[in-house]
């Protein structure tokens, strides 16, 4: 059974810091990886999907890694801003029958203070 | 339309009471998935639709759960006999094409039974 852990569990960082999000899982036969935003009483908004076959991805502020031996992955935010505030997580599909069902981490929730 | 839309977006039940919990999806995505997510959880994986066809149910905690998808479209989750431990977010996320891609998630419908 694929398990997903996301550390720290809460962050809080001042405005303008570059900050790094970690996220572990223990099967690692993934077809990809992704990270999603939530925001209060939202649902979940994909920010970056990381295929098997690649290391890392980038979106403006935020870069992606996938380390597939070692079962990693993180999120760098850079520069961070208030409106980065959020929580994040992961999701690796499940190592079982369906690689389409996504086993998500609890999650990270970011404060980003003015 | 232009995002998943998940109506109502929040649900009052008495225990005891059936509710039906319905997913606009994104027009023209084959996949449509359900999650539940307790208050400090990520979501965890419901059911699982390819166009009409319900092809993973294996997350519906009780066979008072049902999920149906009759035209490929709008999909709608139903509890009969609701109890205290199905409170929590149902959301409902869509996707271009078999899974295994970006998913697109409705904001939610929030279960309150008492």
């Known amino acids: 059974k694929q398990e997903v852990t996301q550390i720290p569990a809460a962050l809080s960082v001042p405005e303008g810091e570059n900050l790094v999000l970690n996220c572990s899982f223990t099967?690692?036969?993934?077809?990809?990886l992704q990270w999603f935003r939530q925001d209060p009483g939202k649902g979940l908004t994909s920010l970056l999907l990381?295929?098997?076959?690649?290391r890392e991805q980038t979106s403006g502020r935020l870069n992606a890694s996938l380390d597939k031996s070692s079962g990693r992955s993180t999120l760098y935010i850079a520069a961070s801003q208030p409106g980065d505030s959020a929580t994040y997580l992961c999701?690796?599909?499940?190592?079982?029958?369906?690689?389409?069902?996504?086993?998500f981490g609890k999650g990270t929730k970011l404060s980003v203070i003015p | 339309g232009a995002g998943v839309s998940q109506s109502p977006r929040y649900k009052v039940a008495k225990r005891g009471q059936d509710v039906a919990l319905r997913c606009d999806p994104i027009?023209?995505?084959?996949?449509l998935f359900w999650y539940q997510q307790a208050l400090g959880q990520g979501p965890e994986f419901l059911t699982y639709?390819?166009?009409?066809?319900?092809?993973?149910k294996s997350g519906l905690p009780s066979d008072r759960f049902f999920a149906e998808r009759p035209e490929g479209s709008v999909s709608t989750l139903k509890i009969q006999r609701t109890q205290q431990e199905d409170s929590a977010v149902y959301l409902c996320?869509?996707?271009?094409?078999?899974?295994?891609?970006?998913?697109?998630f409705g904001s939610g419908t929030q279960l309150s039974v008492l």
């Open positions: 996320a869509s996707s271009l094409n078999r899974g295994n891609e970006k998913l697109f």
């Open positions: 099967d690692s036969a993934i077809y990809n």
């Open positions: 990381i295929q098997s076959s690649q």
């Open positions: 639709f390819q166009n009409e066809a319900q092809l993973d």
């Open positions: 027009s023209g995505h084959v996949s």
């Open positions: 999701a690796v599909p499940y190592s079982g029958a369906g690689s389409y069902q996504l086993t």
